[in-house]
């Protein structure tokens, strides 16, 4: 799962465009 891609929230929410990927803790 490539994270340069993936932004999540502050809070830990993952964006609805990578709902595979899960948010870091």
């Not at 929230?9 to 803790?25: A, F």
């Amino acid at each position: 799962m490539s994270k340069s891609h993936l932004t999540v929230n502050q809070q830990g929410i993952r964006l609805s465009v990578y709902p595979h990927t899960e948010p870091m803790p």
